[in-house]
């Protein structure tokens, strides 16, 4: 089986989240990943990633896993932040090569990847003391089971910090939308050698639960002090929650 995704690649399909279709889309734009999501965000992807470090409070010496760890932006920021041990997911293994690549430029060489499906982590129960997912859980089949696994490898009082896009507040919708759904994927056709990646992202968006559904997945699954944090007038949100 390739993992290439066709430029006509089915969109639906893809929102079904086929997941060989999802990290064939993700490996074909691997290389362009990072200077597309800057350019796409206007920067503002790494200070959200930047604020979701911080919203997951203080982890000196902690354990830490980064599910859909992608290129690596957020895991590395977690080894700076001075967690003892870092632990990124993806199972895209082109966005892995290249989050590997900049931790050995950085030498950050105790960092270890895994090529996996973040439904079925490689990771033992309740061995982490914090779980990050940035962009990730809009792409997963089934995000209940994803908080759910996020759960499982928690210890008690563990922490999980997610960031993902949503709809804006009414202040910015409207050209929020016309951006997302028009100029967005105008870049991406020109730039990336994938537009259907391009064309899948407002589609995922908008086939996301809403925040107030994402909490009630998190509260759902056993987490307390569930928390819903709006960045950038809302096209963004971060949510953290403590394992009882
Ligand atoms: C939008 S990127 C975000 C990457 C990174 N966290 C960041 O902040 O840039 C989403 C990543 O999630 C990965 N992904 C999606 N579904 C996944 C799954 N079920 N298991 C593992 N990785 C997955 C993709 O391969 C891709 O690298």
Known sequence: MTN???????LGLLLQHQPHLI?????????????LDSLLSAGLDDHWRAELIK?????????????CAGT??????????????VTGVDFAPQMLRIAYHKAHREGLDGIRFICADALHAPVRSTSMDAVTMAFGLRNVVDPAAAVAEIHRVLRPGGRLAILELSHPSHVVAGPFRAYF???MPMIGRLVSHNPEAYRYLPESVDAFPSPDRV?????TAGFADVRARAFSQGVAHCYTARKL
């Open 55 to 67: 919203e997951l409070g203080p982890i000196e010496g902690a354990d830490v896993l980064d599910l």
């Open 23 to 35: 990290s064939g889309m993700f490996d074909s734009i691997a290389a362009r990943y990072d200077g």
């Open 181 to 183: 759904e028009h100029v």
């Open 72 to 85: 690596g932006e957020v895991t590395l920021s977690l080894v700076h932040a001075g967690a003892r041990s």
């Open 4 to 10: 290439d995704v066709p430029a006509n690649a089915d």
């Open 215 to 219: 909490v009630g997945i998190i509260a």
